[in-house]
């Protein structure tokens, strides 16, 4: 079965602090690996977008990693502000998927504390 | 200004009612779908659509109903049927199903009393 499994499931660190999410899946083949950062009430907001073949990509703060061989990715986020406080969702696309079924993470919940 | 709006931000339904969510997009996508969040759970595909007039169920259709008349809306109804209708709802779009970014919109919580 198709999986994408995230840790932690919640993480709390001090403002101007960096952390890593972790996110790891069981989908193979796959198209495409998104995270997405939702605030509370909101819908999620893109953040990155990585294909099978690359191996980093970066948005400001925001740096996302994918070693396909281990099926494994991480969403560094660094000199974190408190806007950061968020749920990060990583998302798993099959590659034969032309439904748009994408494949959800549970989602890591951040707290940035002053 | 392109985007993805949902209405209402909030729904309250008695039990043994239908309610229809609303979805507009002007991005000009061709797809559309609806997932279901529950907390501690990823997002659940209920329905989606790939082109007008066509749409295909999800992982959770059951209790929902949803119809494709024009590109730009995609609304979804829970009907009595559904036994836990209570969540929060967000819609998406994509340009194309597979490849594209999808754009969400800000979501309805829908509360059953």
């Known amino acids: 079965k198709n999986q994408v499994e995230q840790s932690p499931q919640s993480l709390i660190i001090l403002e101007g602090k960096n952390c890593t999410l972790q996110c790891n899946y069981t989908v193979s083949p796959f198209s495409n690996l998104r995270w997405y950062k939702q605030d509370t009430g909101r819908g999620p907001v893109s953040l990155t977008i990585m294909t099978f073949s690359e191996n980093t990509k970066s948005n400001r703060r925001y740096t996302a990693t994918l070693d396909a061989d281990t099926k494994q990715s991480s969403l560094h986020i660094t000199a974190s502000q408190l806007s950061d406080s968020a749920s990060y969702i990583c998302?798993?696309?099959?590659?034969?998927?032309?439904?748009?079924?994408?494949?959800f993470g549970q989602g890591t919940t951040l707290q940035v504390k002053p | 200004d392109g985007g993805i709006t949902q209405s209402p931000k909030y729904l309250f339904r008695k039990e043994g009612q239908n309610v229809t969510l609303s979805c507009e997009q002007n991005?000009?996508?061709?797809?559309m779908y609806w997932y279901r969040q529950d907390p501690g759970q990823g997002l659940r595909l209920i329905y989606y659509s790939q082109i007008v007039n066509d749409f295909q169920k999800g992982d959770i259709a059951e209790g929902y109903s949803v119809s494709r008349e024009k590109k730009e809306s995609f609304p979804l109804t829970v009907t009595s049927a559904q036994k836990n209708p209570t969540a929060f709802y967000l819609c998406?779009?994509?340009?194309?199903?597979?490849?594209?970014?999808?754009?969400f919109g800000q979501g309805t919580r829908l509360t059953v009393v």
């Open positions: 998406a779009s994509s340009r194309s199903p597979d490849t594209s970014e999808a754009f």
């Open positions: 998302v798993v696309s099959p590659y034969s998927s032309n439904t748009g079924k994408l494949i």
């Open positions: 991005l000009n996508h061709d797809a």
